[in-house]
């Protein structure tokens, strides 16, 4: 089984900073995509930031300029780094990953269990 576990949130206030940390264990033989999604309270979870194998990132253009996205391969890790958060970031942010278990295995997407975000104004 694959797991990921993710780290960092908490309660911040607006103009904060706050760091998540996703990491994947398990049997695994590669990992393609990974990325960050969110749900706020009454919402649809959205897309937002993702990075491939190669390092090439991804934003939802409503944290553009604010968040950063990378990641170790060799630790199967993940990072957002958020910035000049805003009330409207308060949501639980799930890591997801794009994972091939075996070399003959098809691509499968795996998701945390969430951790939440809380930006007060």
């Known amino acids: 089984q694959v797991q990921l576990v993710e780290s960092g949130g908490g309660l911040v206030q607006a103009g904060g900073s706050l760091r998540l940390s996703c990491t994947a264990s398990?049997?695994?033989?590669?990992?393609?995509?990974m990325g960050w999604y969110r749900q706020a309270p009454g919402k649809q979870r959205e897309l937002v930031a993702t990075?491939?194998?190669?390092?090439?990132?991804n934003y939802v253009d409503s944290v553009k300029g604010r968040f950063t996205i990378s990641r170790d391969n060799n630790k199967r890790t993940v990072i957002l780094q958020m910035n000049s958060l805003k009330p409207e970031d308060t949501a639980v942010y799930y890591c997801n990953a794009d994972v091939k278990r075996l070399s003959w295995s098809s691509w499968m997407d795996y998701w945390g269990k969430g951790t939440p975000v809380t930006v007060s104004s």
């Open positions: 990075i491939t194998s190669g390092n090439s990132p």
């Open positions: 398990g049997i695994i033989f590669s990992i393609n995509a």
